[in-house]
Every structure is written in structure tokens, then in C-alpha cells.
């Protein structure tokens, strides 16, 4: 666990998604980083950085069990902005841990690809939405992870879905095919299924389990990591 350097904040939570961005641009610079996993929150990240021409790397963690468009979103997004990627990739990862033990499964795709992604950087963009979970109700703007030990900058944590909706249309930005055939959220091709129309936004993530993150945005790691 590591304490949180000092840092003046300003009042973010009245600031506007550009403006969080400008700010945390102008604290960490080129040691901030995006993670995209290609649903629309990523769409209207990598549109919002590039419009502001903040040169922010973006990363992203690759489990190789995506779906196919969310490849193909990836790919459209990387031409269109002209993205250089950095992609990480588990390692060893047991063929069907999904199946049996889906944290330890989320571990070894997800959260020990995100720390080795997050090891140069002092902050961290993410999409994620107060709205999207109970889990995420009370992310901030600007908060301090002491898991990773950087700053999570969360621009548009205050968004509801009717507005990144809006700001994909209106900018006319290459957005997940998926979201418009029943899948709000979009994870794994194993844990992610469609859901009726008015289902909880993350009802078909893991759907019929009582697990609701992967991890990589919950303080406490869901298994015990190993100081190997
Ligand atoms: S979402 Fe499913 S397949 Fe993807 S890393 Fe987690 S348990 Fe594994």
C-alpha cells in the first residue's frame, strides 16, 4: 500500500470532464496514462484527449478473450486517432479459470497485466461511472489509489449513460457495435452476456454469480496476492 504524495487539488468535483484532464495534463504530463477496454467510455476518452491534443499514452489490457468487435472497435479507433497502443497480455493464464475461479481468472487477465501497465506512471485515466455499480457509487473526480499507488483521474465519473450516448453522436466517434445488441457493459466473451432492455447496466457481467468487478477499480484485492 503506498500514502499519497502531496498534492494541491483544486475543487474537481465542480470541474468539467476537459477541464479534469487539463488539470491532471498539466500536474503529471507524459506520466499519465488512459486504459481503454474499447466500450464507449474509452470512445469518448481517447475523442475528449485528442480534441484537447493532450499526448496521453494509452494502454490496455488485452485478455485475449475479448470479442471480436471489440477488436474491431479497437482497430477503428487506432486508425481514426492515430493511437500508438500499449497492450498487455497475461501470462500463463489457465485455458477456463473462468469457469471455476473466475477472481483468480480476472487476476491473472486483468490485475497483474494493470500493474505492470501502471508501473511508469503516477496516474491513471479511467472511464468508469458512479452509475454503472453500488461498487463505483462513490469514485471521485480525482482520488488516490493506494493498491496501485497513483492517481485515478476519472473524468467522467458523473456521466450518465444518456450522455456518453450523446457526446458518441454528436462527435460522430467509432463506438462497440455491441452496445447497440443488448450488451450495455462489455467484458470477457466468457463472463459478458446480453441483457433486456432496463437491466442494471452490469447485470451481464458475470451474470447468475455474486461477483460485480474484476478487480483492477476495488481497493482490496479479491484474492491473496502472492509476494513471490
Ligand atoms: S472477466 Fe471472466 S474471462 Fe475475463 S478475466 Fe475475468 S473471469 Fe477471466
Redesign the pocket.
Known sequence: MATAPALRLPDVETMGAEDVLRWAHEQFGDRMCLTCSWQRQSSVLIHMVSELGLDVPIVELD?L?LFPETYETRGRLVDRYGLKLQSFR?ID?PDK??ET??????????VEPLERALAPYDAWITGIRREQALTRANAQKIEWSERYGVWKVQPIVDWDVKRVEAYIHVNEIPYNPLHDRGYPSI??????RAVAAGDDERSG??AGSN?LE?GIHINAPLIKESND
Do not use: F, N
Open positions: 485478455t478473450v497475461p493464464a479459470l473462468w475461479e473466475p477472481d483468480r481468472c480476472c487476476h491473472i487477465r486483468k467484458g470477457c466473451i466468457p463472463c459478458t457481467r458475470w461477483k474484476c
